[in-house]
């Protein structure tokens, strides 16, 4: 065993060293109702070279950066008095790197509080890829504002189509040229979604409702660019359309841009999701199985003991081995949060209605409800990010909707699939989400990033006291391909 820490005598405290061990990209410091540090270890503590007798016997507050031991006293009296603190702060040995610190309590017999733990996680290179990604969405508010926008007007009875100056420049094309909408298409639009964008000219020619068509075109000097045309329908006074206006915007730098944040996010959520794995293999591989022998070989010694033993002896390794069972669950539930091995094995749908059921019993739910219109497998990626945002909008109606009934749905169409999750709880205002952008309300963030990396949509319906809809669009094509075309 490589955890140290200074002599203590409880069952908890074995426990701790062995949940301690080879967890991930984290530092653990347990310490007592003084603050004296009486446990660390973590493999990041020892990647980094450093020993346990560094931290061992000193007061928490000292082994942080000196601006820090205020916040630090306090987050460790909070966690004393059964709370959980968090904050992020730049380390003391290495300013450069950035620590996440969580400070959560250790209960005893009885639920009693006999100290507290210090959990110290390096988010440096996390937070890297959230400015690269800050950075990316720059760079596409540049290219919105910086489009150029031009204007045409398509006859259809001549088939004639007249476009304005800018959309002769957006095309490369002469100025004041004379060409029917089928020359325009032939000479223009990339060679790839030419039949694409004729049999869709060719479906709304009875239709005035406005329209939107994203296309690629190649201009005069061979570059290809990609467009937005946005266009309605004029009719006569008999009903019958006769005629389309509409613009086209050149939305490449856009394109770009989202293809870049898309790669940033999905580098972002593959890391996390491979961190998830990693811990929750480690976590079952090495601590629960620990955990499971110790408590054999505690009711072996119960059984050895028998008669010859005392009753208080007794009563102290039936505790023990109870406590140990009960850590063994409560393992086994967060390995499965972290990788659901359902969701691998039998698909979306049942993954979703273990979830349900686990929500429905910790909120005590009267129902929770899943409808499913899945016929076999999604794309594993698909799949994933749809059970990351029902999960979390799951994790809402336990922790804040005050709800009394739940429904997931998954619907499926030959474009796309849509994941609902409705609740009848008390509902929030979403511009005070927005506003105040607390822990809790990142999870919403992380839902809509989730699901536009993989060129969905996402959006939340809700209001004071009216309950909340979550509902992500989820496309079963590429997502370069766009969800207008």
Wanted: aromatic letters at 4%; charged letters at 30%; hydrophobic letters at 40%.
């Amino acid at each position: 065993m490589t955890a140290e820490a200074l002599p203590r005598g409880s069952a908890g405290d074995a426990g701790f060293r062995l949940l301690a061990e080879h967890l991930p990209d984290i530092i653990i410091l347990a310490f007592d109702n003084r603050l004296d540090i009486w446990a660390a270890t973590g493999t990041a503590l020892r990647a980094r070279g450093w020993t346990a007798s560094q931290f061992l016997g000193r007061k928490v507050p000292a082994v942080g950066r000196p601006d820090d031991a205020a916040i630090t006293e306090a987050s460790c009296r909070a966690a004393l008095r059964g709370e959980i603190r968090r904050f992020e702060t730049n380390g003391n040995i290495e300013p450069s790197r950035l620590w996440a610190m969580q400070f959560v309590p250790i209960p005893g017999e009885r639920d009693a509080i006999v100290g507290g733990m210090v959990l110290a996680r390096d988010i440096t290179d996390h937070r890297l890829a959230e400015r690269q990604l800050q950075a990316s969405r720059r760079q596409l508010a540049e290219a919105q504002r910086i489009a150029q926008v031009g204007s045409w007007d398509w006859d259809l009875e001549t088939d004639d189509l007249a476009v304005s100056d800018e959309l002769c420049r957006l095309f490369g094309l002469p100025l004041g040229i004379k060409m029917t909408m089928a020359q325009g298409v032939a000479e223009a639009i990339h060679p790839a979604d030419q039949e694409r964008v004729a049999s869709y000219l060719g479906r709304i020619r009875d239709d005035p409702s406005p329209f939107e068509l994203e296309h690629r075109i190649v201009r005069v000097d061979g570059d290809v660019r990609t467009v937005l045309a946005r266009g309605e329908g004029v009719v006569d006074e008999h009903g019958r359309v006769v005629r389309f206006i509409g613009t086209d915007q050149d939305i490449t730098e856009r394109r770009r841009a989202d293809d870049e944040r898309r790669r940033l996010l999905d580098r972002v959520y593959e890391a996390q999701e491979g961190q998830d794995r990693r811990l929750a293999a480690d976590l079952h591989d090495g601590h629960v199985q620990s955990l499971a022998a110790i408590g054999f070989k505690l009711e072996q010694a119960r059984l050895r003991l028998g008669a010859s033993g005392s009753p208080e002896v007794d009563e102290l390794l039936w505790q023990v081995s109870k406590d140990l069972s009960t850590e063994v669950t409560s393992l086994r539930r967060t390995i499965g949060r972290l990788r659901p091995l359902v969701l691998v094995e039998d698909g979306l749908e049942a993954a979703l209605r273990e979830e349900a059921k686990s929500a429905c019993n910790r909120a005590a739910l009267v129902a929770c409800e899943v409808t499913s219109e899945l016929d076999g497998r999604l794309d594993p990626v698909v799949e994933t990010a749809l059970f990351r945002v029902a999960q979390q909008a799951l994790a809402n109606v336990v922790d804040h909707a005050a709800a009394t009934r739940a429904l997931v749905a998954i619907e499926c169409s030959s474009r796309g699939v849509v994941l609902r999750v409705v609740d009848d709880g008390c509902g929030f205002d979403p511009g005070h989400v927005r506003v105040i952008g607390d822990i809790a309300h990142f999870g919403l963030i992380a839902m809509r990033e989730r699901v536009e990396a993989l060129g969905g949509r996402f959006r939340v319906t809700t209001a004071p006291g009216e309950g909340t809809v979550v509902e992500a669009r989820l496309p079963l094509t590429d997502p370069a391909e766009g969800l207008g075309a």
